[in-house]
């Protein structure tokens, strides 16, 4: 049973459009990471939020960029998508008591 | 650099039969081990972890692995699969929380 909701399950944009989307971590949790996961591979790490900083980031250019606020939720942002943006976006939140990320369902984004 | 290997990408057993999934990793320091399950269209969930202490982890739905240092691997096992077994198996190595390195993964097959 997992603690992280994620918003949208779907959606569908064009090349060049933006996108948001949405991560609900679990409540106590202050470490959030996401994560893409392209068909037939396994999640890369983007960026992770600490405190409503980012602290710590894959190899991903700027125009991915995230958002923490202060009651555990965070966004991703991606500007100007191509279409290898097309993936499935995973939301995960840190338990430093137990030491692992609790991932969420995913937003699967389709870029046309 | 932190990377996992797993050398199967698909892998078909009957019902009933043991199941060993394979993980290298490479790592410069004590990694933090991990196996996760992917069912189709779902997040990832965490099956087991390994730190420290006896190599031999036990994890849920009747999974284990083994940390052996010396061949920098992690295999997963279980000794009688069932069909609700089958899903993408997933093996990562980190330092904690940030910037967590997946395999590609193996996808598991069950035959009646």
């Known amino acids: 049973e997992t603690g992280v909701t994620q918003s949208p399950t779907h959606l569908i944009k064009t090349r060049g459009q933006q996108v948001t989307l949405r991560c609900s971590s679990q409540?106590?949790?202050?470490?959030v990471s996401w994560y893409q996961q392209a068909l037939g591979q396994g999640p890369q790490f983007i960026f992770q939020?600490?405190?409503?900083?980012?602290?710590g980031r894959g190899n991903f250019p700027p125009r991915f960029s995230g958002l923490q606020f202060p009651n555990y939720s965070s966004e991703l942002n991606v500007n100007a998508l191509e279409l290898d943006d097309s993936a499935l976006y995973l939301c995960?939140?840190?338990?430093?008591?137990?030491?692992?990320?609790?991932f969420g369902a995913g937003s699967r984004l389709t870029v046309l | 650099a932190q990377s996992v290997t797993q050398p199967d990408i698909h892998i078909t057993v009957s019902e009933g039969a043991s199941l060993e999934l394979r993980c290298n990793y490479s790592?410069?320091?004590?990694?933090?081990l991990f196996w996760y399950v992917q069912s189709p269209g779902q997040g990832l969930q965490l099956l087991l972890k390994?730190?420290?202490?006896?190599?031999l982890v036990q994890g849920i739905k009747g999974f284990e692995a083994e940390f052996k240092r010396s061949q920098s691997s992690f295999n997963l096992r279980k000794p009688s699969v069932h069909w609700s077994d089958a899903a993408e198996y997933f093996c990562?190595?980190?330092?904690?929380?940030?910037?967590?390195?997946f395999g590609a993964g193996t996808r598991l097959t069950v035959k009646p």
């Open positions: 409540s106590g949790h202050n470490t």
């Open positions: 939020y600490y405190r409503e900083e980012e602290n």
């Open positions: 790592y410069g320091a004590t990694p933090y």
């Open positions: 995960a939140s840190w338990s430093s008591g137990a030491n692992v990320l609790t």
């Open positions: 990562a190595v980190g330092a904690g929380n940030n910037d967590m390195r």
């Open positions: 390994y730190f420290s202490g006896d190599t």
